[in-house]
């Protein structure tokens, strides 16, 4: 019998086992708590809490048992679709077919991109298999400056590797449906070229040998549709994005081999890090208009859920490849960073609402997208959680009654309540607790792992700084996404803004403008619990601490200082730091010989780009080569591009609009012209803006070196000076 056969057998069995124990241990905690309410006095709100906390229990308990049978495939290395086993079996094969690794960029730093391409393209070039893989810089970027970067960073690799028809760059002029669209653009226009493709983010990375190893899968595995690699988070500086990169790493293995005990060949897609076969993915992937306005309804934000969904709709099978190493990517610096991205996703998941009630998708799918809503959907519940709470004990302490409680009904239960009560908190504690004991467990009986780790000492301090860091951060992230959905269901659409990845830290101003609300509701709602009893006070504690310090420890966590001392004693570290693999190694150091950056001066910052196409004759005919020649124009536009040429040169930069400039140089007559124009007329009948850059350029360079490890309250100090 076939590996792959095995796996459809087994699948009904291990469902049916994983909902089994997922009811079992649901109902456990939410009948006791139901029976605690039963045993209390009367109150209005009480069954509306037991059906909040039968919603929240629920989604914890998923993760729990998950956490737990993956914790058991793992000790019994009993899975059925184990893909490091399955690549065993077509060890003797080469590949054959043609690849495209797709890089999607909106504003991003092009040298940080282009890097991790060159590492990858030299990496492949080693292993002797870069005929078989096609790089794609495709950009989306509404930002001249970082418009005009780009195509020198790409013009800049090609000459340095010598990859003349193997590294391409596309700018779309409307990115339209974002990544999505940008993605449906390049199949469009070359998906035919390639029997698959790679989708990365700008911050991702993968090994030459992971590369190989997914496309000889799919190559020889034609039911299979996405193969999605799990990525490690890596390079993390900060404290806050070294806590969500050890909490990744050591958590990641176990929790993928309990997502793929279930989910088998019914897997989800992630949007990147995952090979995916392309015919296929163009049949079948187009993402459906969902009815009713924007933010709920219109074009599908969070693509990726459903364009796996679409591909089981078609019978196609999507694995997870989470036993296989060497797929990475980064995470957001500081705290506000990861709510603004987790604001999008927020968004996304919302919609998936209705394919979840009303899509034709199979049941797996319809799990993956209702966990996906549970993520965000759980906050809110929380909140009222503790909202209804609150005011139910508020009320019954004023009430001046004596509390008579009923006998329980169910027979497991305490004849104390407040020993029911104690029951209920452990129970829900421990759902919590277990899953992060686990990893000791497992890197007892894995020394190698264990040493990678820096050894058991260092991982069981990691864990409790991990734990008590995630504890007084939760509360505040649970604040993030009421406003989010609150937002959301009050029509405001989410904005598609340029991530940072970089942070020199958050300043007090910044994190009060983010979380100065959070302070104010956990002193107010403290000095209420306090005011109404000690016990609700104490019981809220946690919580209450973590909006109180949400300020300090935004500003904390985004310093890389602090990240720097954890790593220096060997805390919240992974085997990507102690171990590199080679790629992570050569990446650190050719970054390192890029320590030193050109920034622009500040008088010419904001409208680097467009100078150097206006003036620098290399960059106007490298620019020139990216646009199309049109054909004849309205006068009327003729006339209008004119004004705004003339208008740039004669007043300057400012007098332009940011539309106005994106319109000069995607026509390629009226760059050129520009460029003529610029150096033909006198110095002095052009704008001041222009005799300062025109100077520049003729005497000395535009920019000025600055190291780009300083940070950046380093940098503004410089362009202050």
Not at 367 to 378: D, E, I, K, R, T
Not at 448 to 469: D, T
Request: charged share 20%.
């Amino acid at each position: 019998m076939s590996h792959i056969q095995n796996w459809k057998i087994t699948s009904k069995f291990r469902w049916a086992a994983f909902l089994t124990v997922l009811v079992i241990v649901s109902l456990s905690g939410t009948l006791l708590f139901a029976d605690l309410l039963w045993r209390l006095p009367y109150n209005n709100g009480k069954w509306l809490l037991l059906v909040i906390f039968s919603l929240l229990f629920v989604h914890l308990s998923f993760g729990f048992v998950q956490a737990c049978f993956g914790m058991l495939a793992l000790l019994k290395k009993d899975d059925s679709l184990l893909i490091t086993e399955l690549d065993e079996v077509f060890a003797d094969r080469q590949l054959s077919g043609r690849t495209a690794l797709l890089f999607p960029i909106y504003n991003e730093d092009p040298a940080e991109v282009t890097a991790n391409i060159a590492i990858t393209y030299k990496a492949l070039q080693r292993k002797g298999i870069l005929d078989h893989y096609d790089f794609f810089l495709l950009s989306d970027s509404n930002q001249v400056n970082n418009w005009i970067e780009e195509e020198t960073a790409w013009l800049k690799i090609v000459r340095d590797l010598d990859a003349r028809g193997k590294i391409f760059y596309r700018k779309r002029r409307a990115n339209l449906n974002q990544k999505s669209g940008n993605i449906a653009d390049f199949l469009r226009r070359w998906g035919k070229l390639y029997d698959f493709f790679v989708c990365y983010d700008a911050d991702s990375l993968m090994t030459a040998d992971t590369l190989f190893r997914i496309t000889r899968i799919m190559e020889n595995t034609p039911e299979l549709g996405i193969l999605q690699t799990m990525p490690r988070l890596y390079n993390g500086k900060t404290l806050f994005a070294r806590i969500q990169q050890f909490g990744n790493r050591i958590h990641g293995l176990i929790g993928g081999a309990g997502l793929n005990y279930w989910q088998q060949g019914e897997g989800n897609y992630w949007g990147h890090n995952a090979i995916i076969r392309t015919q296929d993915f163009i049949d079948n992937c187009s993402l459906p208009e969902l009815p009713g306005k924007r933010p709920l309804g219109g074009r599908v934000m969070s693509h990726d859920f459903v364009e796996a969904a679409l591909m089981r709709k078609a019978g196609l099978q999507v694995w997870l490849a989470y036993d296989l190493e060497g797929s990475y990517e980064e995470m957001p610096p500081s705290i506000p960073d990861f709510a603004i991205r987790d604001q999008r996703w927020c968004q996304g998941n919302l919609q998936h609402l209705w394919l979840v009630l009303f899509g034709r998708i199979a049941l797996t799918n319809r799990l993956h997208m209702l966990n996906g809503v549970m993520a965000y959907l759980s906050g809110p519940l929380w909140l009222l959680f503790l909202v209804l709470a609150t005011l139910i004990f508020y009320s019954w302490e004023n009430s001046g009654l004596t509390m008579f409680p009923l006998p329980p009904l169910m027979p497991f239960a305490f004849e104390s309540t407040a020993q029911q009560g104690l029951a209920v908190f452990l129970l829900t504690f421990t759902l919590i607790l277990i899953p992060k004991l686990f990893p000791l467990m497992w890197l007892a009986r894995n020394p190698k792992q264990l040493s990678a780790f820096g050894g058991y000492g260092k991982v069981v301090a990691s864990l409790v700084i991990e734990l008590v860091m995630f504890t007084l951060i939760a509360p505040s992230i649970m604040l993030f996404h009421c406003s989010f959905v609150v937002s959301i269901l009050l029509g405001r659409r989410v904005a598609w803004n340029k991530q940072r990845r970089s942070s020199g830290g958050i300043g007090w101003k910044e994190a009060f403008s983010a979380q100065g609300g959070h302070l104010l509701i956990g002193i107010l709602w403290g000095i209420l619990a306090w005011y109404m009893a000690p016990p609700i006070f104490w019981w809220m504690t946690p919580v209450l601490l973590g909006w109180v310090l949400a300020t300090p420890l935004t500003v904390l966590t985004s310093k890389a200082s602090l990240g720097r001392w954890f790593a220096q004693h060997g805390l919240l570290t992974t085997p990507e730091e102690n171990c590199p693999v080679e790629e992570i190694a050569e990446l650190r150091a050719y970054l390192d010989e890029q320590r030193h950056k050109l920034y622009p001066i500040p008088e010419l910052e904001a409208d680097y780009g467009l100078i150097h196409v206006a003036i620098d004759p290399f960059v106007n005919s490298l620019h020139q080569l990216f646009l199309r020649e049109r054909g004849k124009q309205a006068a009327e536009r003729d006339e209008d591009l004119t004004e705004i040429r003339e208008r740039l040169l004669v007043e300057g930069a400012e007098a332009v609009s940011d539309e106005e400039k994106f319109r000069l140089l995607y026509d390629i007559s009226s760059v050129d012209t520009l460029h003529e124009e610029l150096w033909a007329r006198p110095l002095n009948s052009l704008a001041p803006w222009w005799q300062l850059a025109m100077k520049r350029y003729n005497h000395e360079s535009i920019f000025r070196i600055v190291n780009v490890h300083q940070d950046s309250r380093e940098r503004q100090a410089y362009k202050k000076h």
